[in-house]
């Protein structure tokens, strides 16, 4: 029997048989792992409690023949209880959930900036001190990056012509010159590019300065060059609800 241990964050929990379950999660060292917790769905299992979606967890796996099996957990960080209670907040942290998985699709594929990107999203939500919509949005910026899928927010997307450019195009990645522009391009505006810019970064002074017109339009560029991306949409993305708190 072969042990490892690694920290990670649960991202998904289905059923398996009676008692037991499969949990999903994301991990330091091992990308994405899923893992049988035995016997969990009863109620007096301790590890069943520790093992729910958004928790940041520490844990032991054996390596089974088919999925691993996890054999203690300790929590690091309970997120879910700063979140589970605040529709936006939950809606917001489903959504981080939901992306990570899609974006480690690979077990095993190391995924050391998603979990960390993760791991940071979800404590801004569970803290409550930041716009929840603007976490998921640098959070999904900041995803996107990590997949190479970068969108231009000033050069042309096309011949790297130095910008700002008006026009913006979900499938030619982002900002593109006049000369370069395919037709049915977006044209948000300067302060929707500079939200976008400094949510990618992590400049929040100026990212908090935005009005609700760009943050609204700056989701909506977001959203759609995610959709692009993934080749399909989130189920948990259109429930996110957008307000400022
Ligand atoms: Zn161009």
Redesign the pocket.
């Given at each position: 029997m072969s042990l490892y241990r690694d920290t990670g964050v649960v991202l998904r929990v289905q059923k398996l048989g009676e008692a037991d379950r499969i949990i999903t999660l994301i991990t330091r060292n091992h990308g994405k792992v899923r893992a049988v917790a035995k016997g969990v769905r009863r109620t007096t299992s301790r590890l069943g409690a520790r093992v729910e979606p958004f928790a940041h967890v520490d844990v032991q796996f054996y390596t089974g023949r088919t999925l691993d099996v996890i054999t203690q957990v300790q929590t690091i960080d309970a997120f879910g209880a700063g979140i589970v209670g605040d529709y936006q907040r939950y809606t917001s942290a489903c959504a981080v959930l939901e992306t990570a998985d899609r974006m480690s699709a690979e077990e095993g594929e190391p995924v050391l900036r998603l979990y960390l990107l993760v791991g940071g999203a979800l404590r801004a939500l569970a803290d409550g001190t930041r716009d929840p919509s603007l976490v998921l949005d640098a959070f999904l910026l900041r995803a996107l990056a990590f997949a190479g899928w970068s969108p231009a927010l000033s050069e042309?997307?096309?011949?790297?012509?130095p910008g700002p450019?008006r026009a913006f195009s979900i499938q030619a990645g982002g900002s593109?010159?006049?000369?370069?522009?395919p037709p049915g391009s977006a044209s948000p505006t300067h302060e929707v590019l500079t939200l976008m810019a400094a949510l990618a970064d992590g400049t929040w002074a100026v990212a908090e300065r935005a009005t609700d017109a760009a943050r609204r339009e700056a989701s909506g560029l977001v959203a759609a060059l995610l959709q692009w991306h993934l080749e399909r949409q989130l189920r948990s993305l259109p429930l996110v609800e957008r307000r400022r708190p």
């Open positions: 042309c997307a096309r011949c790297g012509d450019h593109v010159c006049p000369r370069c522009k």
